[in-house]
């Protein structure tokens, strides 16, 4: 292994954080919600960024509550909240599963569905902008290592708990003392 961050001066440090890969795709999913969230706006439809929080996670032929809730990385309560406003404006509806009826499913009603083809338009629009942006080859190319890496996180999760062993490991190593700092 290189250098460990905690080594790094706060130049180095700053430049890593802001290259990673983790940054990277943060910056670039909240810089497409925020266009997805403005472009729903401009056309009429009352979403808010908690109902993009959900929208994602609702499959189109339904998803249980407590299954939305995982995906969304949300309590039920909260995910019910974010709901609560869709269902009123009646682009979702809930009823019992069918194969389980303890549990809620959430459907798309037909607004609902429309307002999804809405959706989908505004990526096919998105993404012909990164095409612009980066090349068309290029962004083609993305899209196939994005989705292999999703495909490869749905059949083996990160293991979050080796992640958090292996940095509680290096965190404990000796680390040299920080520089002082010369005040003005």
């Known amino acids: ?6 080594a790094w001066d706060e130049d180095q440090l700053g430049r890593f954080y802001m290259a990673s890969i983790g940054k990277l795709l943060f910056d670039i999913s909240g810089t497409d919600e925020y266009a997805g969230l ?3 706006k401009g056309m009429g439809y009352p979403v808010t960024a908690a109902h993009l929080n959900v ?6 032929e ?15 309560q909260s ?19 069918p194969t389980d009826s303890r549990a809620i499913l959430i ?16 990526l096919m629009i998105r993404e012909d902008d990164v095409a612009k942006r ?13 989705t292999r890496l999703r495909e490869s996180y749905a059949k083996q999760a990160p293991d979050a708990a080796q992640f958090a062993a292996s940095l509680k490991a290096h965190s404990q190593r000796q680390r040299p003392a920080p520089k002082d700092r010369k005040t003005r």
């Open 1 to 6: 292994m290189a250098a460990v961050p905690y």
């Open 38 to 40: 403005e472009m729903l």
């Open 55 to 60: 929208v994602p996670h609702i499959d189109i």
């Open 62 to 76: 339904g998803t249980r509550l407590t299954t939305l809730a995982r995906r969304a990385h949300l309590t039920k």
């Open 79 to 97: 995910t019910w909240e974010a709901l609560r406003n869709m269902e009123a404006h009646g682009y979702i509806a809930r009823t019992k599963d």
């Open 107 to 122: 459907s798309w009603t037909p607004k609902g569905i429309a307002f999804m083809r809405v959706v989908c338009l505004g």
């Open 134 to 146: 980066i090349g068309k080859k290029e962004a083609h190319v993305l899209k196939e290592l994005l």
